[in-house]
């Protein structure tokens, strides 16, 4: 499976989509990401159907270069599956 990720820019905010296995340490690990950062998610959305995980991260106060660099590091995470 392709481990792809969406990335929406909007004014301030950027906001991570993708669908990942149901699995307990994929949401975690994907958080990890924007907190080593020093900062925290203005919302979050998961919601678990079956065997996938579906997942909206917004951020505000990213810059694009780093914005970029979190979508590609979430792609990585092991069970992400699709954009959706």
Same mark, same amino acid.
């Not at 905010?13 to 994907?30: I, S, T």
């Not at 917004?58 to 590609?72: D, K, M, Q």
């Given at each position: 499976?392709?481990? =792809?990720?969406?990335? /929406?820019?909007?004014?301030? %905010? =950027?906001?991570?989509?993708?669908? $990942? +296995? %149901? *699995?307990?340490?994929?949401?975690?690990? %994907?958080?990890?990401?924007? $907190? /080593?950062?020093?900062?925290?998610? $203005?919302?979050?959305?998961?919601? $678990? +159907?079956? +065997?996938?995980?579906? =997942?909206?991260?917004? =951020?505000? &106060?990213?810059?694009? %270069?780093?914005? *970029?660099?979190? &979508?590609?590091?979430?792609?990585?995470?092991?069970?992400?599956?699709?954009?959706?």
């Amino acid at each position: 499976m392709s481990a =792809v990720l969406s990335l /929406k820019r909007s004014n301030s %905010a =950027v906001r991570y989509c993708f669908e $990942a +296995d %149901a *699995e307990p340490g994929v949401l975690p690990r %994907a958080l990890e990401l924007i $907190a /080593k950062r020093g900062l925290v998610p $203005a919302r979050v959305f998961a919601q $678990a +159907d079956g +065997d996938a995980l579906s =997942v909206e991260i917004e =951020v505000e &106060g990213l810059e694009p %270069a780093t914005a *970029e660099h979190v &979508g590609r590091s979430l792609g990585q995470i092991v069970g992400v599956r699709q954009v959706f």
